[in-house]
């Protein structure tokens, strides 16, 4: 039987649904018995409406009272250290349909967003990394920014997004490892309909950490196919990455696209940073891989960075954005995997 909706959804449907002037004219108990129905009936499709309402009296605040993603919580994955994920997949996407396979991506979030994984703290993926300027991927589908459809090569693509929740970053002793990300790399190519030879990871600010060192790691050949990071804050000599064969050499050898966006103004996490592990994957190899600079001080407004200068995600995750003539989800459909190989950069049409 479907949830009853939480009054603070109510409220914030009432506002939506109907404006000021149209409400004075009914009693809002009539207002919330014709929400509920609304509301009652969208959860037909399924087992309950879904939300995330942070404030509902803010307007200056974005909430999310019918959500596009789904809430999947319970989950224990790398020793707990995944415990939620806040699931989007194509509109025909059936579990059971072993005839159609899709696309991957798995989005990880900034430290502000770490959380327990109950339908909560799920919320907070939602909210980390909102500016004036743009949103991160998440806040992006559910304001349907978000492109159904890519075409790559001729063909038609639609992509599942998996934005995990980890719940905590205590660097260097409690954070998501190698281990740990492999770990949720291979829960979700087991869990989803997944084309094994398209998965893609990205992630902002630590979220970006975990990406690289990933992908730096001898464990990520023929299990993802590229990557892409938003204001990179791991530096590529830290004692943790060489002890643990983390390295540009790796990166090269397993051929992953690599897609680095960095504000050079950024003074949370240095822009040389991302410029430093670019430069030298470059050197090893890299073929379609990009490095996206900022610039307060650039003459084309495309190219100068937000108010908040670390954040970077806001042009990555726009579909609008294009650079050298793609966007990052056609960028990521020029990359392919296949076990235990390097990746294959295939250049469209």
């Known amino acids: 039987m479907p949830l009853?909706?939480?009054?603070?959804?109510?409220?914030?449907?009432?506002?939506?649904?109907?404006?000021?002037?149209?409400?004075?004219?009914f009693h809002r108990p009539v207002l919330t018995i014709i929400v509920s129905l609304l509301l009652l009936t969208h959860s037909s499709c399924k087992t309950a409406v879904e939300t995330c309402v942070y404030d509902p009296v803010n307007s200056n605040v974005r909430n999310?009272?019918?959500?596009?993603?789904?809430?999947?919580?319970?989950?224990?994955?790398?020793?707990?250290?995944?415990?939620?994920?806040?699931?989007?997949?194509?509109p025909e996407y059936n579990k059971d349909d072993t005839s159609k396979l899709y696309p991957l991506i798995i989005y990880f979030h900034g430290r502000e967003a770490r959380g327990n994984g109950s339908s909560t703290d799920l919320c907070k993926i939602l909210w980390d990394g909102i500016t004036g300027t743009g949103s991160s991927?998440?806040?992006?589908?559910?304001?349907?920014?978000?492109?159904?459809v890519v075409k790559s090569a001729g063909k038609l693509y639609s992509f599942i997004v998996l934005s995990p929740q980890f719940r905590a970053y205590s660097y260097p002793k409690d954070f998501p490892s190698?281990?740990?990300?492999?770990?949720?790399?291979?829960?979700?190519?087991?869990?989803?309909?997944?084309?094994?030879?398209?998965?893609?990871?990205?992630?902002?600010?630590?979220g970006a950490n975990m990406v690289v060192e990933y992908a730096a790691n001898k464990k990520s050949l023929g299990k993802i196919a590229a990557i892409s990071t938003a204001s990179l804050c791991d530096s590529m000599n830290v004692r943790t990455n060489i002890e643990n064969d983390i390295n540009p050499a790796n990166l090269a050898s397993n051929g992953h696209g690599v897609w680095f966006m960095h504000c050079v103004q950024d003074e949370k996490c240095s822009f040389?940073?991302?410029?430093?592990?670019?430069?030298?994957?470059?050197?090893?190899?890299?073929?379609?891989s990009r490095f996206t600079m900022f610039d307060d001080n650039s003459e084309d407004p495309e190219m100068r960075c937000a108010r908040y200068e670390h954040n970077t995600w806001y042009r990555m995750y726009d579909s609008n954005f294009r650079y050298e003539g793609s966007n990052l989800y056609e960028w990521f459909l020029k990359f392919t995997c296949s076990p235990g190989k390097p990746s294959v950069y295939t250049p469209s049409e």
């Open 64 to 90: 999310f009272p019918i959500l596009r993603h789904h809430k999947v919580t319970g989950l224990n994955v790398a020793n707990g250290m995944f415990t939620g994920l806040l699931e989007f997949t194509p």
């Open 178 to 206: 190698v281990n740990e990300v492999d770990a949720f790399v291979d829960y979700a190519v087991a869990a989803y309909r997944v084309d094994r030879s398209r998965v893609y990871l990205t992630g902002m600010s630590t």
């Open 137 to 148: 991927l998440p806040p992006l589908i559910e304001e349907n920014g978000f492109p159904e």
């Open 272 to 288: 040389n940073i991302s410029k430093e592990w670019y430069n030298a994957f470059k050197k090893l190899g890299g073929n379609g």
């Open 4 to 25: 009853k909706p939480a009054p603070r959804t109510l409220s914030i449907m009432n506002r939506m649904l109907f404006p000021e002037d149209v409400c004075k004219s």
